[in-house]
């Protein structure tokens, strides 16, 4: 079995378990994040998506993107004031946004690390998640 074959059923499972139907266009949105994970916008995939399906809709592709976020299949991952990017990667981890190529990668960061981010909550709190994100470029060395 491919992977392509696993991840259309993992979609089907996701979607049905959540009262929603599998679809053509769902499908075909979710293989464009999957096939590059560089954090696409919404315009990079409504392109991608094109190039399969010609007469899909830019609204389509917001209402696919909506539903794997709200399943769980994809998350969102925003930066003040840039587009929204999309990130298939589900694992806890941190994002960085280089400032001059716009590319966004995804940074490990170990349980340990989430562990004593979450024990600095006020007491009686407790977080969903984290979303952590740096900002910044390539360092330049001096000779």
């Known amino acids: 079995m491919n992977s392509s074959t696993v991840n259309c059923e993992a979609l089907a499972k996701r979607l049905t378990q959540s009262g929603l139907r599998p679809t053509v266009q769902r499908e075909v949105v979710y293989k464009a994040i999957l096939e590059k994970r560089n954090h ?4 990079e995939i409504f392109a ?8 899909i809709s830019l609204a389509t592709v917001y209402n696919c993107l909506e539903t794997l976020v709200q399943c769980g299949l994809i998350k969102q991952v925003n930066f003040e004031r840039a587009p929204t990017r999309y990130c298939p990667n589900l694992y806890e981890h941190a994002h960085f946004h280089d400032d001059a190529t716009g590319e966004v990668h995804d940074i490990a960061v170990p349980a340990e690390m989430m562990d004593r981010l979450r024990a600095l909550l006020p007491p009686g709190y407790k977080a969903a998640n984290i979303e952590l994100s740096f900002r910044g470029g390539v360092m330049h060395t001096r000779n």
Do not use: A, Y
């Open 48 to 55: 991608r998506v094109r190039e399969q399906m010609p007469t």
């Open 40 to 43: 696409p916008s919404t315009d």
